[in-house]
């Protein structure tokens, strides 16, 4: 489908962005080393070896700069690779960045590590980046929706306050996907996603994805190179498989999880649930301001640690997994997984219980995810 700018879709875009037309299905360059000099050239670098560019890792590129609205692209062997590489290669010693505690776990860590170098690292709560933001501010980094309490910062006064004093804007944008979200129409400069989640789709490839302004992406395509975080080419491939769905999943986790939400807020053995899609939910009205969809995660308190493990002992179609984001539904207990590294009164401020449980919400029939949770929840 073509828009009225002659512009393609997001469906579309998945599909056909980038392809050479000679082919239906694109074929995967599984080479380590490529005709040089006089060879083919990607970004104008001659084409020499995998650890630089492959033809297949750039297919994924170019779709995914154009699904994000970037001016350019890189593709990495994991999220954190690429969370890492926008790390070092935009911070060096006196630098500030101002984070969101909020954030995935080992993201935190990753960034308090980085104090022994000099940088300064202020983390605090969504509700309070904005006010953390100064004059030495180097860069800010936040998620559209956080791990795993599904928070979602006021991004639009977030980057309006960081244009102020000169600060970049880097948002990870796992949870929400460009299909519901896309950063830089906000004024965002950096976009990191974790391609192992709903890009890939399938939970059987593991990349991430960095995409953004193209002076910022030249200068971290030498980091990339220098750190060796490069994609494979046969993980590109996979993710840019996924992609071809990619429109048609989301749109399903998210109808399909906003069931599950309100399902779980009429449960006498359920507290507090946590989705942006519902309407208790305190960032309801700004997920609906900002994003299409509300995405497929939902977390909820059965109320101690020894609950959330019996409940996850009892359940059968659903799968006890630390990841998110495909075919299949999976449920994870962040305090002792993503979050296990952060210590016990920080997850309390955060709000990270013993008895908090992190739902993928997948794509099999609502009536039997929630079939699978009723029994579960009745062994309480």
Known sequence: MVDKQGKRGIASTSIHEGEDTEFI???IYQ????KHPFGSRIRGRELKYSREDNPTVHLLERKMQALE?????????SGMAAISTLFLGTLGKGDEIVTSKEIYGASLVLLRSLEKFGVEVKAVLNGDVIRAISKDTRIVF???ITNPTLGVPDISTIVSRSREVGALVAVDNTFATPVNFRPLEVGADLIVESATKYLGGHNDVIGGILAGRKDLLASLWEWRRNLGGNLDPFAAYLIIRGLKTLSLRVAEHNRSAQSTAKWLEKRPEVGKVHYPGLLSSRYHRRASSLMEGYGGVVSFDVGSEERAMRLLRSLNLIKTAPSLGGTETLITHPAS????KIDAEERRELGITGGLLRLSVGLEGFEEITADLQK?????
């Open 25 to 27: 299905i694109q074929p």
């Open 31 to 34: 080479s380590a080393i490529f």
């Open 69 to 77: 609205g970037a001016e350019d692209c890189l593709g990495f062997s």
């Open 142 to 144: 936040i998620e559209s």
């Open 337 to 340: 997984s993503s979050h296990r």
């Open 376 to 380: 579960a929840l009745g062994k309480l």
